[in-house]
């Protein structure tokens, strides 16, 4: 009967001696886990920051020739006796400068005669309108609202007719 507490003893070690074995690898399979989750996530709040710092690049070097014209502008209007000629060249900056950002998804909105939407517009004031059609319209815009990939940028300022 001696030999079988021993035996028990000895079934006993080993099953401990495996569990300890399973644990430790338990434990090393979530430390090394914890780490790569870790350094996971590390990674993407660089890649994060990068990507906003980043952001705007391709817009400000489509803007970049603009700059160029601008001081073109600014340059020959030091030596200009002709306005016209600088308003021409203005003008041509402009439409320039309103295209580019076109092309970068910037749309404007039309506000003026159509009816207030608070979602699209914020009304500054409003003014008495002796036409009853153009009662909760837009009559003015006071500053325009622009669209940026189909979601509003900028709301709207304007006077509505009451």
């Known amino acids: 009967m001696a030999t079988e507490p021993s035996s028990d003893t000895a079934e006993t070690a080993t099953a401990e001696e495996q569990l300890t074995a399973e644990l430790k690898e338990a434990n090393d399979k979530y430390i090394r886990l914890y780490a790569e989750f870790d350094n996971y996530k590390r990674r993407v709040a660089k890649e994060r920051l990068e990507l906003m710092q980043t952001a705007g690049k391709d817009i400000m070097a489509s803007?970049?020739?603009l700059i160029d014209d601008?001081?073109?502008a600014l340059k020959a209007m030091e030596t200009a006796t002709e306005v016209d000629t600088i308003k021409e060249g203005i003008s041509l900056v402009s439409h320039k400068l309103k295209n580019?950002?076109?092309q970068k998804g910037l749309k404007a909105m039309?506000?003026?005669?159509k009816p207030f939407d608070p979602e699209l517009q914020e009304a500054?004031?409003?003014?008495?309108?002796p036409d009853e059609d153009?009662?909760?319209?837009?009559?003015?815009e006071i500053?325009?609202?622009y669209y940026l990939h189909d979601k509003v940028l900028r709301h709207a300022?304007?006077?509505?007719g009451n």
């Open 63 to 65: 803007l970049l020739p």
């Open 157 to 160: 300022k304007v006077v509505v």
């Open 143 to 145: 500053e325009k609202g």
């Open 134 to 140: 153009q009662k909760g319209k837009v009559i003015d």
């Open 124 to 129: 500054i004031t409003s003014v008495p309108v």
């Open 70 to 72: 601008f001081d073109r």
């Open 100 to 102: 580019t950002l076109a």
């Open 110 to 113: 039309e506000s003026i005669g």
